[in-house]
């Protein structure tokens, strides 16, 4: 008797271990996948307070046109940005460019910005709707203009252009190439042909097919082939219309570029590469003024590598 309910409570034990096992199992299936997080939630991996710091680094890289805002883009050790009025500026020492063979020395890049795009016959800028569900929805929407400065010495010098164009949909079939102008006072300021390719197709609205688009660029080298107009009109921090048409002269966008500010951001670049502060990783040289208010920020005199740390909004700084 006594072996025969000894039998009997493995068989039980078994069965529930299975049926333990099963239910385990199932609730695994069942459970909702991870959320996907942006590679780029490294850069505030070590952060004391990370709900401060990943909106000051997201700002940070969205002021280059060249940092991606989903992958780990670093500590910023060497690189430096802010915002004068309407004009970004994002500045690397000589060290962090890092070209080779090919080296200009440090970079400052300044980069002024259209987000009224209105579309023609032949296009027309891809809606809040359409824009890609992830942290380069900032840069799909807006029209950038970038002038790139060197410093093959000690003084900032301009060496590069270049254009791009939001991501614009409906797009008239077969034009890759398109006339871009830069208007101002003077009349046209700067005028080329931008090379049209199409825009990674992000998902949309949660996993929608996101729509056909394309995107505009245009480059030149200023260095060898100046553009005195354009940068003249930068430098007044005048604004600026972008009109950019198929080869059938139809509209594909216009857009309004503003610069006021950039003789400003310009000067604080170059300062920031001057700094030695420039060398700390940014959430170093951000730490003592993390909690600082806005008054603060509005009568302190800050290290030009540690204007990154400033963490108004635009119109708060106004």
């Known amino acids: 008797m006594a072996t025969m309910f000894a039998q009997l409570q493995f068989k039980v034990a078994r069965f529930s271990g299975a049926v333990l096992a099963i239910v385990a199992l199932a609730a695994t299936a069942c459970e909702p996948a991870a959320p996907k997080r942006a590679a780029s939630d490294a850069v505030v991996a070590g952060a004391a307070d990370k709900g401060a710091a990943w909106p000051l680094l997201l700002a940070h890289c969205l002021r280059s046109p060249s940092c991606d805002p989903m992958s780990d883009f670093g500590d910023g050790a060497g690189v430096a940005s802010n915002s004068v009025g309407s004009v970004a500026w994002f500045a690397q020492v000589r060290e962090k460019v890092g070209e080779g063979g090919q080296d200009y020395g440090a970079k400052a890049e300044l980069s002024v910005f259209g987000m009224r795009g209105v579309g023609g016959k032949a296009g027309r800028p891809l809606t809040l709707d359409e824009l890609p569900d992830n942290l380069g929805g900032a840069r799909a929407k807006r029209s950038t203009l970038t002038i790139d400065y060197r410093a093959p010495s000690d003084v900032l010098e301009p060496y590069g252009l270049q254009i791009i164009s939001p991501f614009l949909t409906g797009v008239a079939a077969g034009v890759e190439e398109a006339k871009l102008e830069i208007v101002g006072a003077d009349g046209v300021l700067f005028a080329t042909t931008a090379g049209g390719m199409a825009a990674a197709e992000t998902p949309v609205n949660g996993g929608y097919k996101a729509p056909d688009a394309m995107v505009f660029f245009a480059s030149q080298n200023i ?23 198929a080869a059938d002269g139809e509209t594909l966008l216009q857009d309004a570029l503003y610069a006021d500010g950039y003789a400003a951001a310009l000067e604080q670049a170059s300062a920031a590469l001057n700094d030695d502060g420039i060398g700390k990783p940014i959430l170093e040289r951000c730490a003592p003024l993390m909690t600082k208010d806005d008054a603060f920020w509005r009568a302190a005199n800050i290290a030009p590598a540690s204007l990154v740390c400033d963490p108004r909004l635009a119109e708060q700084r106004r």
């Open 223 to 245: 260095r060898d082939e100046p553009a005195p107009k354009l940068l003249a009109a930068l430098t007044r921090g005048e604004s600026l219309s972008l009109r950019l048409t």
